[in-house]
């Protein structure tokens, strides 16, 4: 039976077939590794990473011998634009593909339906994003979803930690909070809007007062110019643009940048995509972004840097977040797969993957079983915020990962 979980699915992708035996291994002994993702449309930057990622793992692994005599291959599913049927057709295609032995991606949708599918075939399905999406499904029954586990972890801080690094740039003497007023930006999608909704409650918690709010469709934006033109009218201390695409992101930064307010800008995570300097080069500086599992700076993690060297010298530039992360979850499937020895007995897989508790790029990963979320906070995976200057990524919070010190915008400081 495919539980629904609250997914809206239309009639005619549910009519879509699933047969769901299992695999049978090749003589060969390839395993596939499967990367589920929107090669395509405003979050294509973050699937080629993650398969960049995979790619680059397995090409390693696969010079050292393989696991077991087994050797990997890494495929792209390709949900295009995500939507329900183009997802569930990549999901129909991973079923039928011989040899699987994983799934790894950053997403392979932004409300997590396809976990319904997923947990039928039982293939170890490891994800990064849209956490609190996978949360609200898997802690309904997590044993259905035994199979499905995300290295990223709830995405809560999201909601709550901005106005205290407000205050800690406003005590360092770098931003000065005047009237402490905000303006927010939300984008109508699962992962932004309840990041939205929630900074909004802790920005008035906070004693902040709202001059501007609006929510943009889950589209291509290349103009923001109009609702930039209504901000300018009552310019606020802080701007909040919880866009989460790199392009659409960027399109408001270089429009911000040919009139910039005296405010404070922070843009919910696309800045940490490579795409997001590129297409900003110097206007990009200043702005400042958070991430919750992302990889700890190379400065105070060898591994990070080290992964890092590989991907540039490989791709000939660094990776964002996913590249990161999904290439962890290809070394972690290859412990899984040296204890086991079999992979296609998911089962043994799954319940090794459920006891998992290793430091990674980001930090110390163990899984919730209630949720099957990373947990997040002290000892575990940090919220962390950064600041661009010069096309470089300066973390500048929690102390304890800081590479460098917050700094005044150079909009503010003309």
Same mark, same amino acid.
């Given at each position: ?11 005619? &992708? ?10 049978? *291994? ?56 995500? +939507?329900?049927?183009?997802? =569930? ?66 995405? #809560? ?9 407000? @205050? ?7 931003? #000065? ?15 932004? *809007? ?6 909004? +409650?802790? *920005? ?9 709010? @609006?929510? &943009? ?41 040919? #009139? ?26 200043? &702005? =400042? ?27 000939? %530039? ?12 290809? %070394? ?64 500048? %919070?929690?102390?304890? %990962? ?13």
């Amino acid at each position: 039976m495919i539980r629904k979980s609250g997914s809206i699915v239309t009639a005619a &992708v549910v009519s879509v077939a699933f047969s769901f035996s299992g695999p049978v *291994m090749a003589q060969d002994k390839t395993v596939t590794l499967g990367v589920l993702g929107a090669f395509a449309g405003p979050f294509a930057a973050d699937a080629v990473e993650g398969y960049n990622g995979a790619a680059l793992a397995a090409k390693e692994i696969n010079a050292a011998g393989g696991v077991n005599g087994y050797m990997f291959e890494v495929d792209k599913f390709d949900t295009k634009e995500m +939507t329900p049927d183009a997802v =569930l057709s990549a999901v129909e295609r991973l079923k039928s593909t011989d040899n699987l032995g994983a799934i790894v991606t950053p997403f392979g949708s932004l409300s997590g339906f396809e976990m319904d599918y997923v947990a039928e075939i039982g293939v170890p399905y490891m994800v990064a994003a849209n956490s609190n999406q996978y949360r609200s499904i898997i802690q309904e029954d997590p044993d259905f979803y035994k199979n499905v586990w995300s290295l990223a972890p709830s995405y #809560d801080a999201y909601q709550t930690e901005l106005p205290k690094v407000i @205050d800690a740039m406003t005590e360092a003497g770098t931003f #000065d909070a005047g009237d402490k007023t905000y303006a927010i930006i939300g984008s109508d999608n699962p992962y932004s *809007m309840p990041i939205y909704e929630g900074l909004k +409650t802790a *920005m008035d918690a906070a004693g902040w007062t709202m001059t501007f709010d @609006d929510v &943009v469709p889950p589209v291509e934006i290349n103009d923001w110019r109009v609702m930039l033109s209504q901000i300018r009218q009552n310019p606020p201390s802080v701007i909040i643009n919880t866009e989460a695409s790199s392009s659409n992101a960027a399109s408001f930064m270089n429009q911000f940048m040919e #009139d910039p307010t005296d405010s404070l800008l922070f843009i919910q995570y696309a800045p940490s995509v490579p795409e997001f300097v590129d297409l900003t080069e110097e206007n990009s500086t200043g &702005v =400042l972004y958070n991430m919750l599992g992302g990889p700890i700076s190379g400065e105070v993690r060898p591994r990070t840097k080290e992964i890092g060297d590989k991907y540039t010298a490989e791709y000939g %530039y660094d990776s964002s977040i996913y590249g990161y992360i999904v290439y962890e979850m290809v %070394y972690l499937y290859a412990d899984l797969l040296g204890k086991v020895g079999d992979p296609m007995d998911y089962a043994a897989i799954n319940a090794e993957l459920a006891q998992t508790d290793k430091e990674m790029v980001h930090g110390r990963v163990k899984f919730d079983p209630e949720t099957h979320l990373s947990i997040q906070g002290d000892g575990y995976l940090p919220i962390q915020f950064y600041q661009i200057w010069d096309g470089n990524r300066v973390t500048i %919070y929690p102390s304890e %990962y800081a590479t460098g010190d917050s700094q005044t915008p150079p909009w503010m400081a003309k």
